[in-house]
T-cell receptor, first 109, second 114 residues
Framework: QKEVEQDPGPLSVPEGAIVSLNCTYS??????FMWYRQYSRKGPELLMY????GNKEDGRFTAQVDKSSKYISLFIRDSQPSDSATYLC?????????FGAGTTVTVRA | AAGVIQSPRHLIKEKRETATLKCYPI?????VYWYQQGPGQDPQFLIS???????DKGSIPDRFSAQQFSDYHSELNMSSLELGDSALYFC?????????????FGPGTRLLVL
């Protein structure tokens, strides 16, 4: 069983909709929770990170962590076609990232 | 801002050949990570270096080796290439001691083994 589980989707939404992505993890020792965005044939790009339970907002993006449930989420408000990409959750404890499988999101114009 | 540089961007090799991938980290980053990403898969950690010493090892085959040089750039050497080695190879860099230690990825090298 992987340390981080993520539904690979794919997820297709109309422009302007809220995109909801989530991951679960098994190791309660994990300290930092990150979301990466990866466009096709490109390297993963760090979107957001958080290390405590609760919400963190950055523009249209909100990262949510629930350590008691070992559950993390990313919400994208007012989604745009340019948000179409694969979103990977990543969790780290000792400098080594453990990635989820990635969820492929398509925002339809 | 300067990013992680990887070369070459594309590489075609035949079975049993060798390949060398290079990674130049972001300036003042002292830690380098190598990942392998197969089609439709998440990046799998191979190996990492901190201050020119191997710091962690993941699912790196014995046919592969890597090192970090005095200027902090890193090279991944792959020998006796197999068809299954065809993948995207990413390098990431970070600055150890910065909390949290976030990794910044390069554009990747796409390796095709024929």
């Amino acid at each position: 069983q992987k340390e981080v589980e993520q539904d690979p989707g794919p997820l297709s939404v109309p422009e302007g909709a809220i995109v909801s992505l989530n991951c679960t993890y098994s190791n309660s020792a994990f300290q930092y929770f990150m979301w990466y965005r990866q466009y096709s044939r490109k390297g993963p790009e760090l979107l957001m990170y958080t290390y405590s339970s609760g919400n963190k907002e950055d523009g249209r993006f909100t990262a949510q962590v629930d350590k008691s449930s070992k559950y993390i989420s990313l919400f994208i408000r007012d989604s745009q076609p340019s948000d179409s990409a694969t979103y990977l959750c990543a969790i780290t404890n000792d400098y080594k990232l453990s990635f989820g499988a990635g969820t492929t999101v398509t925002v339809r114009a | 801002a300067a990013g992680v540089i990887q070369s070459p961007r594309h590489l075609i090799k035949e079975k049993r050949e060798t390949a060398t991938l290079k990674c130049y980290p972001i300036p003042r980053h002292d830690t380098v990570y190598w990942y392998q990403q197969g089609p439709g898969q998440d990046p799998q950690f191979l190996i990492s270096f901190y201050e020119k010493m191997q710091s962690d090892k993941g699912s790196i085959p014995d046919r592969f080796s890597a090192q970090q040089f005095s200027d902090y750039h890193s090279e991944l050497n792959m020998s006796s290439l197999e068809l299954g080695d065809s993948a995207l190879y990413f390098c990431a860099s970070s600055a150890r001691g910065v909390s949290p230690e976030t990794q910044y990825f390069g554009p990747g090298t796409r390796l095709l083994v024929l």
